[in-house]
Each structure stands twice: as structure tokens, then as C-alpha cells.
């Protein structure tokens, strides 16, 4: 079964807007949650990542939320430009063997 | 520098055959990992060594074997390859007791016809 689970699966936002996804998590041994950003025929590389005893973290444009008690974290982007458009791996690591689990994958398209 | 390299990127071979994918990381890490990204995008961790010992063993067919001849290189040799193993393959390092932050290669992505 997925450990974490990500939502949506595809998402559509305009040039300036909010980008908004949403991870989900039952474990709550996890103690670390970073977020990935993958260019097509590339790997996903670490944009940003936060641990549970915050309840958000910010760099630039980018802003996770974490809401420990609903076991819940999302990304924020805001102004999002056409260069973001990627797909976005939520995942959590689980154990001292760094072994994460990642979220289904976020399609994100910011349209100019 | 690529920090974290793996060959071939492209890799097109019929059933039955035997391949395999070669990763080097130039970063001083002492965990490696494979990955595999299926048609949907989902990835999973199928193996991890840590200082050329295996730590993380997923349910994996045994006809994947990995090796790791130093902690800067880890292999994955894949036997009998069967359609479904096509897929991309990443490889990935860190640094287990410092660093939370796995490093992935750029993939292979095989496909076996």
C-alpha cells in the first residue's frame, strides 16, 4: 500500500498564480518530509523540505505546510512561472536507513 | 562534474536477455540507492547499500541483483528481463548519518521488447 499519498495527480495554473499540492501520511515514525521537483529526462532533485516539529517552511516562492496532527503536508508555490511547470514527489523518510517513500507525482503546468 | 552518473541512459533490449546498469557517485557519500520509476511516475526504492553492505532489500524479483564494488559504485544487473521490467531506473546517493537529502542521477530507461 502507498505510505504516502499525493493529490492531484495533474494540475493546471496560470502564469502569477498559486500552486497548491497535497501529501498525506499514516506513519508517524516518518521524521523527515522533502518535496522533489523532476524535469522531463531528468531526476528529481530536492527543492525543499521540512521536519515535523515545524509547521512551515519557506524559500522564495516556495512553502510547505505541515500539519502534524492530520498527518497532512502540502507545497505552495506562489507566482508560479512557466519554468516551474515539472512534476512535484512529495516523500517521507521513514527509518535511519534513509528510506523514503514518495507520493504518486504531481504534473504541474503553469501556463504563460 | 555530474555528481551522481549512471550508464547507459538508453537501453533497448529483447526478452530474455541479461543487462546492466552502471552508477558512480563522485559526492563522498556513503549510501547508494536504486530506484524505479514505472510508466505512471511512481517511484520506489528497490535497493540501498550503505559503505558496500546492503541495508535496504524491497521485495524485488531475485532476477535483480545489485552490487556494489565500493561505496562510490553500485550496479544493477538485471536477469531473464521480462516487459515489465521497463521502466527508469534511478540510481541515488546521501550521506546516512549527516545528510537527509538523496542525490539522484539523471535515470536509464530501459525497454525490453
Known amino acids: 500500500q502507498q505510505q504516502v499519498k499525493q493529490s492531484p495527480q495533474s494540475l493546471i495554473v496560470q502564469k502569477g498564480g498559486i500552486s497548491i499540492i497535497n501529501c498525506a501520511y499514516e506513519?508517524?515514525?516518518?521524521?523527515?518530509f522533502p518535496w522533489y521537483q523532476q524535469f522531463p529526462g531528468k531526476g528529481p532533485a530536492l527543492l525543499i523540505a521540512i521536519r515535523p516539529d515545524v509547521s512551515e517552511k519557506k524559500e522564495g516562492r516556495f512553502t510547505i505546510s505541515f500539519n502534524k496532527s492530520a498527518k497532512q503536508f502540502s507545497l505552495h508555490i506562489m507566482d508560479s512561472q512557466p519554468g516551474d511547470s515539472a512534476t512535484y514527489f512529495c516523500?517521507?523518510?521513514?527509518?535511519?536507513?534513509?528510506?523514503?517513500?514518495f507520493g504518486s507525482g504531481t504534473k504541474l503546468n503553469v501556463k504563460p | 562534474d555530474t555528481a551522481v552518473s549512471q550508464t547507459p541512459k538508453y537501453l533497448v533490449t529483447q526478452m530474455g536477455n541479461d543487462k546492466s546498469i552502471k552508477c558512480e557517485q563522485n559526492?563522498?557519500?556513503?549510501?547508494m540507492y536504486w530506484y524505479k520509476q514505472d510508466s505512471k511516475k511512481f517511484l520506489k526504492i528497490m535497493f540501498s547499500?550503505?559503505?558496500?553492505?546492503?541495508?535496504i532489500n524491497e521485495t524485488v524479483p531475485n532476477r535483480f541483483s545489485p552490487k556494489s564494488p565500493d561505496k562510490a559504485h553500485l550496479n544493477l544487473h538485471i536477469n531473464s528481463l521480462e516487459l515489465g521490467d521497463s521502466a527508469v531506473y534511478f540510481c541515488?546517493?546521501?550521506?546516512?548519518?549527516?545528510?537527509?537529502?538523496?542525490?539522484f542521477g539523471e535515470g536509464s530507461w530501459l525497454t525490453v521488447v
Open positions: 559526492l563522498g557519500h556513503d549510501t
Open positions: 506513519n508517524t515514525a516518518f521524521d523527515y
Open positions: 516523500a517521507a523518510r521513514g527509518d535511519n536507513f534513509n528510506k523514503f517513500y
Open positions: 541515488a546517493s546521501s550521506q546516512l548519518a549527516s545528510g537527509n537529502t538523496i542525490y
Open positions: 547499500y550503505n559503505n558496500k553492505e546492503l541495508i
